[in-house]
């Protein structure tokens, strides 16, 4: 009764998940399942022995996932052709392949397998990546039943990782038959380890797994304020497969029609590395999604406003600040001025890139709070040069240091500069002159709103 229960719930799982999101497309899944067929398969579990009772439970969910839509499955054996003083560590092959309506052919082939050999798990990942056909679009998987470790000096976490890595399978399901802990953490390295020493428990792993393997699974992404509250939002949420390095999906932020974190699908078969893209941009890694439940993913996110406002008319065409984290020299943005931007709760330096270029040291954002950056209209300088090209650079008067700030196309003859009120200095002296003495240099001031003008000649 309670495998039929089971099974009944897997399937409802199965065909329920479309219902969740009207939006979301059920990707194709092929499953491989990697059966060990190897000598110890011969010990007993319950009342019977192991190789039985996995051939019993893997006939049932082949029963059941040939209503399963967009599932494909194949079927690859190790340790069931040659004899045991042989120590064939090749002894792997691919039973049953991909191929649609094949469930019948899977069975038939389950109830054939006698154990024989070794247990060679590592060549047997590494052959079950030719087993996949190639498609973009398909999530791979594999489920390897088991009840012993590597005996062939392969080393299957190595194997793993390079199939995960290269987008070949994703993260391998491993069910463990009789083991111990020494089992277990032989596999954790592996894949998603689950362990089964009776039949009872072969059978509630067998069709959790199959769930994760077939369903995504609901989750909230809790972005926290300085209080701990699910606060921030209208940002967006990049998750990535730990392993590959492949982006999965991009979600942006959302409150529901109660105010809470909307509910989005995960692909639970996944380990995730999720990067939350406020400025700067927050970064959580290996999220485990459980299958089933409603997942919770938290992480701080507390953010404040920053507001650049220029009094006046700015005259400056597309004048932008330079944003960067307290005492370093790394963009975090380019703001324009006179907007309102969110940056993580911390300290910024500024830098607004006016002529000449104003600094704002350890600027203070906070929670909720908007921090406002006020700054002179400019003035504007302009200058005639008629009668011949000059030579003419423009600087800053820092007290008794001349800091350079622009140089003048000598080829123009009228120059239009904006400029931050403030005392200047400008040096020059005619293109075609032959002496240095012939150097001339006129103080000026830039007032705010107002007009500078004077004639090189």
């Given at each position: 009764?309670?495998?039929?229960?089971?099974?009944?719930?897997?399937?409802?799982?199965?065909?329920?998940?479309?219902?969740?999101?009207?939006?979301?497309?059920?990707?194709?899944?092929?499953?491989?399942?990697?059966?060990?067929?190897?000598?110890?398969?011969?010990?007993?579990?319950?009342?019977?022995?192991?190789?039985?009772?996995?051939?019993?439970?893997?006939?049932?969910?082949?029963?059941?996932?040939?209503?399963?839509?967009?599932?494909?499955?194949?079927?690859?054996?190790?340790?069931?052709?040659?004899?045991?003083?042989?120590?064939?560590?090749?002894?792997?092959?691919?039973?049953?392949?991909?191929?649609?309506?094949?469930?019948?052919?899977?069975?038939?082939?389950?109830?054939?397998?006698?154990?024989?050999?070794?247990?060679?798990?590592?060549?047997?990942?590494?052959?079950?990546?030719?087993?996949?056909?190639?498609?973009?679009?398909?999530?791979?998987?594999?489920?390897?039943?088991?009840?012993?470790?590597?005996e062939c000096d392969g080393d299957?976490?190595?194997?793993?990782?390079?199939?995960?890595?290269?987008?070949?399978?994703?993260?391998?399901?491993?069910?463990?038959?009789?083991?111990?802990?020494?089992?277990?953490?032989?596999?954790?390295?592996?894949?998603?380890?689950?362990?089964?020493?009776?039949?009872?428990?072969?059978?509630?792993?067998?069709?959790?797994?199959?769930?994760?393997?077939?369903n995504s699974t609901t989750a909230?992404?809790?972005?926290?304020?300085?209080?701990?509250?699910?606060?921030?939002?209208?940002?967006?949420?990049?998750?990535?497969?730990?392993?590959?390095?492949?982006?999965?999906?991009?979600?942006?932020?959302?409150?529901?029609?109660?105010?809470?974190?909307?509910?989005?699908?995960?692909?639970?078969?996944?380990?995730?590395?999720?990067?939350?893209?406020?400025?700067?941009?927050?970064?959580?890694?290996?999220?485990?999604?459980?299958?089933?439940?409603?997942?919770?993913?938290?992480?701080?996110?507390?953010?404040?406003?920053?507001?650049?406002?220029?009094?006046?008319?700015?005259?400056?065409?597309?004048?932008?600040?330079?944003?960067?984290?307290?005492?370093?020299?790394?963009?975090?943005?380019?703001?324009?001025?006179?907007?309102?931007?969110?940056?993580?709760?911390?300290?910024?330096?500024?830098?607004?890139?006016?002529?000449?270029?104003?600094?704002?040291?350890?600027?203070?954002?906070?929670?909720?709070?908007?921090?406002?950056?006020?700054?002179?209209?400019?003035?504007?300088?302009?200058?005639?040069?008629?009668?011949?090209?000059?030579?003419?650079?423009?600087?800053?008067?820092?007290?008794?240091?001349?800091?350079?700030?622009?140089?003048?196309?000598?080829?123009?003859?009228?120059?239009?500069?904006?400029?931050?009120?403030?005392?200047?200095?400008?040096?020059?002296?005619?293109?075609?002159?032959?002496?240095?003495?012939?150097?001339?240099?006129?103080?000026?001031?830039?007032?705010?709103?107002?007009?500078?003008?004077?004639?090189?000649?």
């Amino acid at each position: 009764m309670k495998y039929t229960a089971g099974i009944c719930l897997l399937l409802l799982l199965l065909f329920s998940t479309k219902g969740q999101a009207q939006n979301y497309v059920k990707p194709k899944t092929r499953i491989l399942f990697l059966l060990d067929a190897s000598g110890s398969m011969y010990a007993t579990m319950d009342k019977d022995i192991r190789i039985n009772v996995a051939k019993r439970l893997l006939s049932k969910i082949i029963d059941s996932l040939e209503r399963a839509k967009d599932v494909q499955v194949a079927l690859r054996v190790y340790g069931h052709i040659s004899s045991p003083s042989e120590r064939n560590c090749k002894d792997t092959r691919l039973e049953v392949p991909f191929k649609p309506g094949n469930h019948r052919q899977m069975k038939d082939k389950i109830k054939d397998i006698v154990p024989k050999g070794t247990t060679l798990i590592a060549y047997s990942l590494q052959q079950a990546a030719y087993d996949f056909p190639k498609e973009q679009g398909v999530r791979n998987i594999i489920i390897l039943i088991t009840d012993g470790i590597e005996e062939c000096d392969g080393d299957p976490c190595a194997v793993s990782e390079a199939l995960q890595s290269q987008g070949v399978v994703l993260r391998p399901f491993i069910i463990g038959l009789g083991g111990t802990d020494d089992f277990r953490k032989a596999f954790e390295c592996v894949g998603r380890y689950y362990d089964a020493n009776t039949e009872a428990s072969f059978n509630n792993v067998l069709n959790v797994v199959i769930t994760q393997a077939l369903n995504s699974t609901t989750a909230q992404v809790n972005l926290l304020d300085i209080n701990l509250n699910p606060a921030e939002t209208n940002v967006n949420m990049s998750f990535y497969d730990e392993h590959s390095g492949q982006l999965i999906t991009n979600l942006i932020h959302t409150m529901n029609a109660r105010g809470f974190p909307d509910t989005i699908l995960l692909d639970p078969i996944y380990r995730y590395r999720m990067v939350v893209h406020t400025i700067p941009p927050v970064e959580k890694k290996n999220i485990e999604i459980t299958a089933g439940r409603h997942n919770i993913i938290a992480v701080d996110a507390a953010q404040g406003n920053l507001l650049l406002k220029l009094t006046g008319i700015t005259n400056y065409p597309d004048l932008k600040c330079i944003v960067r984290s307290k005492g370093t020299m790394n963009t975090l943005h380019l703001q324009n001025v006179n907007t309102n931007e969110r940056y993580l709760v911390g300290k910024y330096d500024l830098e607004v890139l006016t002529l000449p270029r104003q600094l704002f040291k350890d600027v203070s954002i906070d929670q909720n709070t908007t921090t406002t950056i006020e700054m002179a209209q400019p003035g504007r300088l302009f200058i005639s040069a008629f009668s011949q090209q000059y030579i003419a650079d423009i600087y800053q008067m820092n007290r008794n240091e001349l800091v350079w700030l622009a140089r003048l196309p000598a080829e123009n003859k009228t120059h239009n500069v904006i400029m931050q009120p403030g005392k200047y200095k400008i040096i020059y002296r005619a293109r075609n002159s032959t002496k240095a003495n012939q150097t001339f240099e006129r103080e000026f001031i830039i007032n705010s709103g107002l007009s500078t003008n004077f004639n090189l000649n």
